[in-house]
């Protein structure tokens, strides 16, 4: 437990946590460059996408027996392209020593797992190209990337985008804390409109998806290489880190429920997630900064925001709490378009295509088989996305919205 903890008299302060005022999640200010002693590293890491394309990324690592650590991200990325360098047909079942050393040894020294998470690809990943600029996809370029071209660049940085907008509402949580403790309802109310209005533009920040990512390249090409080795039926029985032990190790790929934001909004407005879902949700924590997941428990133990509201005689306030469940629950309503369109829509085109001309050479037709209608972090993903949905209808107050005013367009 932090300073924050459950003590009333404590403040509670999101510096504690390493959560920006500014940017929340979104790690300020990354470094573009490691000192020299990392740099054969880096001179693959930067490379990529090519030595991919040319089928020589395993021979460049396998070249360089270096037991040096690097930083997550690099070695992340270059894992990812190792492990994916031929698709689904010819993935390795150890990943080398001189890789898997220093992965494992950041990654110990981080608390991360040795796979490339969202904490990396996203929140760790991005620079701005003048540095004095907006922070906005005009303006922000990856350091670090992957096969996809444009649309996995897009990728990233929508997702990024999300993850700014959020900040308001981050920043409100000890606020929602400290009305709570005190009664204050007034203060409470307005923290709760700061954070309804950020939960709004998250979606809007995730509509900029259609915009940047090409439905068929996300799927076709740059799935795979955010997809993982735990229920992952590609490769059933894990991935061995040489020099680090001999059993096999089950890494979940990428996935939204590595993001820290829902995880907090869940527990500020008291949405319980069971069974399998709540299950894979709590497991994604094991994928976040440790710090960031103590923020979500320590928020938790907070008291009930709900049952505050609940008890008081104070319209205002219902309402106040009542548009955040709503912003969530379209929040998420919005992601299972979005999913549908980038997964389950090119995964049904897929198959036709695949009928219809067996040596087609489409991006989307080469997609991975053993990955369809799955998300990057093993779930069945449309069927997880609409019981996490379903179950943020739980704590509403107030009556539900129709399911007509709940709809979100998918498209502006």
Same mark, same amino acid.
């Given at each position: 437990m932090t300073a924050a903890g459950t003590n009333p008299d404590t403040a509670f302060s999101l510096d504690s946590y390493h959560?920006?005022?500014?940017? +929340?999640?979104?790690?300020?200010q990354p470094l573009k460059e490691?000192?020299? #002693? #990392?740099?054969?590293?880096?001179?693959?890491?930067?490379?990529?996408?090519?030595?991919?394309?040319?089928?020589?990324?395993?021979?460049?690592i396998n070249k360089k027996h270096r037991e040096l650590r690097l930083a997550h991200l690099a070695l992340?990325?270059?894992?990812?392209? #190792?492990?994916?360098?031929?698709?689904?047909?010819?993935?390795?079942?150890?990943?080398?020593?001189?890789?898997?050393?220093?992965?494992?040894?950041?990654? =110990?020294?981080?608390?991360?797992?040795?796979?490339?998470?969202?904490?990396?690809?996203?929140?760790?990943?991005?620079?701005?190209k003048d540095p004095e600029g907006p922070f906005d996809m005009n303006n922000l370029e990856l350091l670090l990337t992957l096969p996809g071209d444009d649309s996995i660049q897009g990728f990233f940085l929508v997702t990024l985008l999300v993850e700014l907008a959020a900040?308001?509402?981050?920043?409100?949580?000890?606020?929602?804390?400290?009305?709570?403790?005190? @009664?204050?309802?007034?203060?409470?109310?307005?923290?709760?409109?700061?954070?309804?209005?950020?939960?709004?533009?998250?979606?809007?920040?995730?509509?900029?998806?259609?915009?940047?990512?090409?439905?068929?390249?996300?799927? +076709?090409?740059?799935?795979?290489?955010l997809s993982g080795w735990k229920d992952n039926p590609i490769m059933p029985n894990g991935l061995?880190?040489?020099?680090? =032990?001999?059993?096999?190790?089950?890494?979940?790929?990428?996935?939204?429920?590595?993001?820290?934001?829902?995880?907090?909004?869940?527990?500020?407005?008291?949405?319980?997630?069971?069974?399998?879902? +709540?299950?894979?949700?709590?497991?994604?924590r094991n994928y976040m900064p440790p710090v960031h997941k103590e923020l979500i428990q320590d928020i938790s133990m907070q008291p009930s925001l709900r049952d505050f509201v609940q008890q008081q005689a104070c319209e205002k306030l219902s309402l106040a709490f009542h548009h955040c469940v709503t912003k969530l629950l379209h929040f998420r309503s919005y992601h299972i378009n979005v999913v549908s369109r980038f997964i389950t829509v090119p995964s049904a085109r897929a198959r036709q295509l695949r009928e219809q001309r067996p040596?087609?050479?489409?991006?989307?037709?080469?997609?991975?088989? +053993?990955?369809?209608?799955?998300?990057?972090? @093993?779930?069945?993903?449309?069927?997880?996305?609409?019981?996490?949905?379903?179950?943020?209808k739980s704590v509403f107050l107030l009556p539900t919205p129709s399911r007509d005013k709940s709809k979100t367009n998918l498209q502006h």
């Open positions: 959560v920006s005022e500014e940017l +929340g999640f979104i790690l300020p490691l000192p020299p #002693y #990392y740099q054969p590293w880096m001179d693959i890491a930067l490379r990529v996408p090519e030595l991919l394309e040319a089928h020589q990324l395993r021979d460049h992340g990325v270059m894992t990812m392209g #190792y492990v994916w360098q031929e698709g689904e047909k010819d993935t390795v079942e150890i990943l080398p020593r001189n890789l898997a050393v220093p992965y494992w040894e950041v990654s =110990q020294l981080l608390g991360l797992p040795p796979i490339l998470t969202h904490a990396d690809a996203a929140l760790a990943n991005w620079k701005k900040v308001p509402a981050l920043r409100n949580i000890p606020t929602v804390i400290k009305s709570v403790r005190s @009664g204050d309802c007034e203060a409470l109310a307005r923290a709760l409109e700061v954070i309804s209005q950020s939960l709004q533009d998250m979606t809007d920040a995730l509509k900029l998806i259609h915009d940047y990512v090409n439905p068929s390249v996300f799927y +076709g090409t740059i799935r795979i290489y061995i880190y040489e020099g680090v =032990q001999t059993a096999a190790m089950e890494f979940s790929g990428g996935s939204a429920a590595q993001s820290s934001l829902l995880h907090c909004f869940d527990e500020l407005l008291g949405v319980r997630h069971v069974k399998s879902s +709540g299950r894979f949700l709590t497991r994604m040596d087609g050479k489409s991006n989307i037709s080469k997609a991975p088989i +053993g990955l369809e209608e799955r998300g990057t972090g @093993g779930s069945s993903v449309i069927s997880f996305l609409k019981t996490v949905r379903d179950q943020t």
